[in-house]
């Protein structure tokens, strides 16, 4: 058993972290307060000629072919520097890989490539609704057949990269008699094309520089060869596509906390309170003991879910394994640096309240940490039921 990176993920892990430290780090505090927005779209287009959009993805339609587990372990690098930056390159190599996945070789080959070029600078997964957030299947959105064509009517709520994408993976009800979750199908629709309409976009607590938006659907006519995948089975890609994403989302609070972390340490051995370093005091030590085993134990159980999906083998339990105790232990690792801190870790002075505000999002969106649970009791339960 070897738990070390190969060669290639090692590259790919330093070549994110160079990137992240020379060109994310120094705009991030800026992006946060609203500022620099050219420049992310400059680094998204950057990180694209690096490879990181389509990280597994092949070769033939523009991707790095390097694996899940370079993806996650390029994503906790990209994300210590900036995590509105990693959300986006998360969610482009998911929509890469549901189109690689489901589409047919003329979708792959004339999708594909833009996303992992950056010619899209970003794509979108329009899933939620205002009605159908942890219930997916629950959705209302309705594709109609008209001739070829197909008419898609309702709206999506919260969808990331919505006002920048270039292409959008759209669910939509298709068979509204089927029973819940059959009778819905994928489309791949692009930019401009008529009545696919970007609403009111969210004023978030954090990741800032990500935007989130409503899109909406009023009479968007496409064309029949928009369907991507089979007629009425589009809702289960989408939750086998987010089982991949949960990667991706554990990854990036990873970075997060560990960019926390790393901050809180290194200010405890400089901080003197009662004459002495504040790393002295048993209290904080404990902190920094429980902060770095619990995300530690986050980048192996990524590590396991990521080295699964590689290899073919079944997946779902443990990447919600990973992205629930990443993501909590995250959120736990910002809370403890603050505390470290002291009163500056509450100010803008320093990066920690904004960590804190970027790892939030993490325990809700592609899956909440109640959900996640589901999903694993489910899984083990259903494996002692087969015994
Ligand atoms: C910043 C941001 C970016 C996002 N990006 C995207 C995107 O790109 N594409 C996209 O499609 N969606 C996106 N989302 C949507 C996101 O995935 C949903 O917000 C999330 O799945 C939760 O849905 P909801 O907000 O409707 O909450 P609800 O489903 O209303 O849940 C509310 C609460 O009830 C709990 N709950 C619900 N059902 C159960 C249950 N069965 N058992 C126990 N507890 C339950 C939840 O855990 C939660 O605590 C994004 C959201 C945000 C905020």
Known sequence: MNLDLNEEQKLIKDTARDFATAELEPVAAGLDQGRDEEIFLTNLKKLAELGFMGLNVQDQYGGSEAGVVAFSVAMTEIARACASTAVTVSVNNMVSEVIQALGSEEQKMKYIPKICNGDYQAAAFALTEPGAG???????????????????????????????????????????????????????????????????????????????????????????????????????????????????????????????????????????????????????????????????????????????????????KEASMAKVFATESANMACYEAMQILGGYGYTRDFPIERYARDARITTIYEGTSEIQRLIIAREILRSFSAQ
């Open 134 to 316: 942890s219930d997916p299947a629950g959705m209302t959105t309705t594709a109609v057949r008209d001739g070829e064509d197909w008419i898609l009517n309702g709206s999506k709520i919260f969808i990331t990269s919505a006002s920048y994408a270039g292409v959008f993976v759209v669910w939509a009800v298709t068979d509204p008699q089927a029973e819940k979750g059959k009778g819905i199908s994928t489309f791949l629709i692009e930019r401009g094309t008529p009545g696919l309409l970007i609403g009111k976009k969210e004023e978030k607590m954090g990741q800032h520089a990500s935007t989130t938006n409503e899109v909406l659907l009023q009479d968007c006519r496409v064309p029949g060869d928009a369907l991507m995948g089979n007629l009425n089975s589009g809702f289960r890609v989408a939750v086998g596509e987010l089982a991949g994403g949960r990667i991706g989302i554990g990854s990036l609070a990873l970075g997060v906390g560990r960019a926390a972390m790393d901050y809180a340490t290194r200010y405890s051995l400089e901080r003197s309170q009662f004459g002495q370093k504040i790393s002295e005091f048993q209290a904080i030590q404990w902190k920094i003991a429980d902060m770095y085993t619990r995300l530690e134990a986050s980048r192996l159980l990524l590590m396991n879910a990521s080295y699964k999906k590689e290899q073919g083998r079944s997946f779902t």
